[in-house]
């Protein structure tokens, strides 16, 4: 995985924002995994809405570490294109 660092200097308070959201994420899986272990489908259902944001991002960066670009052509890498007369 490939990881851009915008800025070489991380405050303390980017890192206290990562290791908010590390420790969220890590209490949201215990208590998916204890509702789990319950059968406690209902709350799974009902809590489906509050996860949909996570899913969709998720994907959507899973989908872009897959995609794969075609490189351009000399004609998409030049202005002047010659036409045959």
Not at 5 to 17: A, P
Not at 52 to 67: A, F, P
Request: one cysteine or more.
């Amino acid at each position: 995985m490939k990881i851009l660092n915008v800025t070489s200097e991380s405050t303390e308070e980017d890192i206290g924002l990562f290791d908010g959201l590390i420790d969220t994420t890590e209490k949201a899986l215990t208590l998916l995994k204890e509702q789990k272990s319950a059968g406690n489908i209902k709350w799974c259902k009902s809590a489906m809405k509050s996860f949909n944001g996570m899913i969709k991002l998720v994907k959507e960066v899973d989908q872009y570490q897959r995609k794969r670009t075609i490189p351009l052509t000399w004609k998409g890498h030049t202005n002047s294109t010659r036409y045959l007369q």
